[in-house]
């Protein structure tokens, strides 16, 4: 899927996960395109489609609609993440429809609760799979492949520190972490900056009222995360102006672990 207005001289950025309207995905790819920006967007279906919100047919189709309007030439990538392949299938499409990668934004995740004495080795593997090694392979990629102004290339990952209950999950989380960091000072030579963001809890449509009533009584700020939020920070990161923050654990959660 692919809409592309004139060619210009934006920048492009890749950001994975981004299958659903109400994501933390999309509202960084509108962002992003609000910003001046191309956006390549990965996206896989199919675990919607096994997770208890499930999949919203047209979802897709309305996100590079929307990408469009705000001026983004944008491609919509199908991706399996479970598949050593899928990472340079991504840039290569990504590529081959609408030029080099400048930022790649990591929002993809495997997230199914399970503890220590109810997870199997299959999901455990299928966590790390897609949330470690998965990333690891997306920023080789863009690594080997970019081209782009020297000091201007960003990764930004969505991390979460959660594990009680989600062992796999978290403990997935924490290896993407340390990938991260270590591609802030392995990319020197090619100044490009590499950070995590930690957004908390944010209400994209998994949430029961008792948890959000929970997490509002919780936070400094009184309400839940929006997707916007996240979205305000990691376009900050992806500017010239947030070039200077590299290699950081950040949280962006209103204060909740503070």
């Known amino acids: 899927m692919l809409a592309t207005p004139a060619a210009g001289s934006r920048p492009l950025a890749l950001v994975t996960g981004v299958g659903r309207q109400v994501g933390i995905g999309a509202a960084i790819a509108s962002r992003l395109a609000a910003d001046g920006w191309d956006v390549a967007i990965g996206h896989w279906t199919p675990y919607d489609e096994r997770m208890p919100w499930g999949a919203r047919p047209g979802d897709t189709e309305q996100i590079v609609d ?35 990668v400048t930022a790649l934004v990591m929002c993809h995740c495997e997230s199914v609760d399970s503890g220590i004495l109810d997870t199997d080795i299959e999901s ?34 969505l991390t979460s520190d959660a594990t009680v209950g989600n062992l796999p999950y978290g403990a997935s989380k924490g290896a993407l972490d340390r990938i991260v960091l270590a591609a802030a000072r392995e990319l020197a030579d090619q100044r490009i900056t590499a950070s995590a963001v930690n957004p908390g809890p944010v209400d994209t449509g998994w949430m029961s009222d008792e948890l959000r009533d929970e997490i509002i009584r919780a936070n400094p700020r009184g309400r839940a995360g929006q997707p916007s939020d996240t979205a305000a920070l990691v376009a900050f990161l992806c500017s010239d102006e947030g070039g200077w923050v590299n290699g950081q654990l950040l949280h962006s959660d209103g204060g909740l672990h503070a």
């Open 66 to 100: 929307e990408l469009g309007r705000l001026g983004a030439r944008t491609a919509a990538i199908p991706a399996d993440l479970t598949t050593t392949d899928a990472p340079a299938e991504l840039f290569d499409s990504a590529e081959r429809n609408l030029g080099p």
């Open 124 to 157: 455990f593997d299928r966590h790390f799979a897609v949330n470690a090694r998965a990333s690891w392979l997306l920023i080789r990629e863009f690594a080997m492949r970019y081209r782009a102004q020297e000091g201007r290339g960003r990764i930004v990952a």
